[in-house]
C-alpha cells in the first residue's frame, strides 16, 4: 500500500483507484484526505470503489466520511458527483450512507 501512496504522490493517477479498491478504512481516510491535493476528477474512480465495496470490507463510518470529505469541497463538480452517487445507491444497502449523500447534497455549495 505504501508504494500506491508513493505512485499517487508522484502524479501517478491510476494508483487511486487502486488504493480505493484495497484499502483499509484507516487507509481510505488517508485517501479521501487528498482529495484537495488531487481534485475530484483523479479521485472519483477510487471513491466509487470505496463508497461501492462490502460494509464488512469498509464499515459505514468511513463511507460517511469519504462523503464528508467530497461535500467540503463545496464545488459543482463534488455535488454533482454526490447527486451521481445517491442514484447509484442500491436500495438495500445503508440508509445511514444514503442519508449522508442527502445531507452533503443538500449542504454542497455548488449547483447542478
Known sequence: ?????????????????????????????KLAA???????DVMVSAFDSVLFRRVAEVPDDAKIRLIGHVRDLRTEE?????????????????????QALEQAIQAGGGKS
Open 1 to 29: 500500500m505504501g508504494d500506491l501512496f508513493a505512485a499517487l504522490d508522484h502524479d501517478i493517477a491510476e494508483a487511486a483507484a487502486s488504493i480505493g479498491q484495497i484499502c483499509t478504512p484507516e487507509e481510505c481516510e
Open 34 to 40: 487528498r482529495v484537495s491535493t488531487f481534485g475530484l
Open 78 to 98: 463534488a455535488t454533482k458527483y454526490l447527486r451521481d452517487v445517491a442514484s447509484r445507491w442500491p436500495a438495500t444497502e445503508s440508509a445511514r450512507v444514503r
